[in-house]
């Protein structure tokens, strides 16, 4: 594996982020998503592909910040530069409609793609639970967990894994989230 390039996706992708934050309580600094998503991808499925780590620390630039898909074909290939492109929104859309061609467009993803989108999901499901952004109702959060379900069912059939981690994951959500229900 070339550490070289997944460092270099890194220190770029912690570049473009510089100021963003999450949307959690805490205003947690933006570039810890994109690390927890590659550290998904390493740690907890034994992702060895340095494209794909690549793609994942660079996934929201595009999205997010002011980098362009030629920027990034620039410094890390068309390769990485196309995973990352099929994860990306199209944001001249409106969200709801966003979120309906994600759901479409799962099944259409490359491999490597759906791995990123897995553990993007992943990471979602996981501060929508623990950390999640200020104000929204426990409605809000049931139905996002929902929406990455239907996201996912597009994904499935690539890395038994990453299924098995998202699906373990949902699961403990909706059972936090059912507790804090019963708690209201
Ligand atoms: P957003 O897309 O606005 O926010 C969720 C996204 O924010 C995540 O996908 C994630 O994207 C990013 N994010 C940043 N910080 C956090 C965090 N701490 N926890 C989780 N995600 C975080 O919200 P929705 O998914 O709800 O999409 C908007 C839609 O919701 C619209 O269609 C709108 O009409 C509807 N809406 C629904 C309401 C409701 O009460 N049900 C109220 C208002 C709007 P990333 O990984 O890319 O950073
Ligand atoms: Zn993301």
């Not at 740690?43 to 999205?63: C, F, K, N, Y």
């Not at 989108?117 to 639970?129: H, M, S």
């Amino acid at each position: 594996m070339s550490y070289a390039l997944v460092l270099q996706a890194a220190v770029f992708a912690a570049a473009k982020h510089t100021g963003q934050h999450r949307k959690d309580a805490n205003r947690s600094p933006y570039i810890n998503h994109p690390l927890e998503v590659a550290a998904v991808l390493a740690t907890e499925a034994g992702i060895e592909d340095e494209r794909v780590l690549a793609a994942a620390l660079l996934h929201d630039t595009v999205e997010d910040t002011d980098t362009t898909p030629a920027e990034l074909e620039a410094a890390f290939g068309p390769e990485i530069a196309g995973f990352v492109a099929e994860v990306t929104d199209d944001k001249g859309l409106p969200k709801a409609q966003r979120k309906d061609l994600q759901v479409s467009h799962a099944p259409h993803l490359s491999p490597q793609a759906k791995l990123i989108k897995l553990a993007d999901k992943i990471c979602n499901v996981r501060d929508i639970t623990y950390r999640p952004p200020a104000n929204w109702p426990l409605t809000r959060r049931i139905e996002y967990l929902d929406w990455t379900e239907r996201v996912i069912a597009g994904c499935r059939g690539t890395n038994a894994q990453m299924e098995r981690i998202y699906d373990e994951t949902l699961a403990a959500a909706r059972r936090t989230l059912q507790g804090l229900n019963g708690c209201t």
